[in-house]
């Protein structure tokens, strides 16, 4: 390296650390020492092991990872040989029965006074792709249902006028019952039409705080299944407010926590928990956001088939009988309006439907707030 760059070079190292570079490094990293207690962790690794650095940092590796003998068993043996090692498809057993699997790669520092975890979740990237692949079907279907929507109501509307001046033209009022019942399944088939296209109008952005919100679904919920149900909330009180729809956010979770009210009137002990959090290092679509809100709907059912699970959010797919196929494809329409996703994952006994939204919307869309 030449004097030039050495030059250069002093200022950069001067005045950017270590920890702010892995800080801003995608690749979940965790530095421990030679004990395997943790002494640092970057932003991604918060967000994958689901725990701040304040509550990670001094803590033994088996207090965050459960269940990791043979992990430690490797990281002990990588520190004595001075040998590096990958790790494919391991799986993380986080508290609170979460799990990440990962690729793992342990590197040495420091004449094996430190060791270096980078780990890169396969989970999520797999979660990351699903969604992208629902997202387009979703916009796939939208344009087919927005075109054949286009084909069927025009003709519903001249089924309507054309029952409406029969029925002028009737000679006996009690052969009105029948032009009658042709203008209510009209409407109803109209109605429908509209149901399945989804809000009409663009998100009216403004300051939500998200555990209003949900408070109010509870409250309009639990008046509709009665104390069936017991409601448990664990929000987050350092979230600040998200922009947002106020009333499409209410109608988007409300769907979701109706169809798991519905899924649990058979279940014993019935619980709905309302859960919000920060979500580190998150992409949605092609954006990765330093973080984003997360708004976990748990309960306790008995869960989602999983043949329905790739197509729970398509329009008319519903796993009950009586069920119309709407609510969560509506619901998936009004969160990606509000540039986010929505996730879900299936176990008997716990289904968790995740919600991310950033916390500002694009420029751009704040711009047509304003012009409007």
């Known amino acids: 390296m030449n004097q030039n760059a050495l030059t250069k070079a002093k200022p950069f190292r001067s005045a950017i650390s270590a920890e702010a570079v892995l800080d801003t490094l995608v690749t979940a990293t965790m530095v421990l020492d030679t004990d395997l207690k943790v002494v640092f962790v970057n ?89 992208k692949a629902s997202t387009d079907r979703q916009a796939t279907t939208r344009g087919l249902i927005r075109g054949l929507a286009h084909e069927v109501k025009n003709p519903l509307g001249g089924i309507r006028g054309a029952a409406q001046l029969l029925e002028r033209e ?57 104390d069936r149900i017991e409601w448990l909330r664990d929000y987050d009180p350092s979230l600040p407010d998200i922009a947002g729809d106020r009333d499409q956010i209410i109608q988007a979770v409300l769907n979701v926590v109706r169809n798991a009210c519905q899924a649990l009137i058979n279940t014993n002990a019935a619980k709905i928990t309302l859960q919000t959090r920060i979500t580190r290092q998150f992409t949605i679509g092609k954006i990765r956001h330093r973080q984003v809100m997360c708004l976990n709907i748990i309960d306790n059912g008995p869960g989602i088939d999983s043949r329905d699970l790739e197509r729970i959010f398509y329009p008319m797919i519903s796993g009950r009988p009586d069920g119309s196929g709407l609510g969560l494809s509506i619901t998936q329409h009004i969160i990606s309006e509000h540039n986010g996703v929505i996730q879900v994952s299936s176990t008997f006994g716990q289904t968790i439907f995740s919600i991310f939204l950033p916390f500002e919307q694009p420029a751009e869309e704040a711009g047509q707030q304003e012009r409007k």
């Not at 060791?115 to 989970?123: A, I, S």
């Not at 296209?197 to 679904?217: D, F, K, S, T, W």
């Open 43 to 131: 932003s991604a690794a918060e967000s994958l092991l689901h725990c701040s650095a304040t509550q990670i940092v001094g803590s033994a590796l088996n207090q965050i990872l459960l269940s990791a003998e043979d992990l430690q068993a490797n990281l002990r043996k990588a520190l004595r040989e001075m040998q590096p090692f990958t790790a494919r498809e391991t799986l993380l057993q986080l508290p609170d029965n979460l799990r990440e699997e990962v690729d793992l790669t342990v590197s040495i520092l420091d004449n094996a006074h430190y060791l270096v975890l980078e780990m890169y979740p396969t989970t999520r990237l797999t979660r990351i792709n699903q969604s």
């Open 170 to 226: 009737l000679p006996s009022a009690a052969l009105s019952e029948y032009t009658g019942v042709i203008i209510a399944e009209a409407d109803r088939l109209k109605d429908l039409v509209d149901r399945m296209l989804g809000p009409h109008q663009r998100p009216n952005i403004e300051a939500v705080y998200l555990p209003e919100i949900c408070e109010h679904v509870i409250a309009v919920a639990a008046s509709e299944f009665s």
